[in-house]
């Protein structure tokens, strides 16, 4: 299962981008090349993220199509799996393009559900004397 070795580095990232604070979800996006299933990648970075600032986080998986070009009638299209064949032509001079990136999109943070303060009084004085 690669998604293990894959959801270790999502979670490093998380981690670098929280800054310690506690998160919520984290959008991955991934080219279809790296047949990463979904399921498995939400698994393996749930055990990961044990007792991490990750802990109890979701991963939101969003898959790139690879970039096709025909070497023999130069068309360009995009395919969500691995094309043997151009779908114009019938051609298998294929350039492949992307497909292969991994990028941490973004992370939602959880929301403090208590900020320490007296909001009656100046919130620069822990102590809360006016």
Not at 12 to 40: K, N, T
Not at 53 to 61: F, K, M, P, S
Not at 80 to 97: F, N, Q
């Amino acid at each position: 299962m690669h998604e293990f070795g894959i959801a270790e580095a999502v979670l490093a990232a998380v981690e670098r981008r929280a800054d310690g604070r506690p998160v919520r979800r984290a959008r991955v996006r991934a080219g279809v090349l790296l047949r990463i299933s979904p399921d498995a990648l939400d698994q393996a970075f749930a055990l990961a993220a044990d007792g991490t600032v990750a802990d109890g986080a979701h991963v939101e998986l969003i898959v790139d199509p690879v970039r096709l070009t025909c070497g023999r009638c130069d068309r360009t299209t995009t395919s969500d799996g691995l094309v043997a064949v151009c779908p114009a032509c019938g051609g298998t001079d294929l350039a492949i393009e992307g497909g292969d990136e991994l990028v941490l999109e973004s992370i939602e943070l959880v929301e403090a559900a208590h900020v320490p303060g007296n909001s009656r009084r100046d919130r620069a004085d822990p102590s809360g004397s006016a």
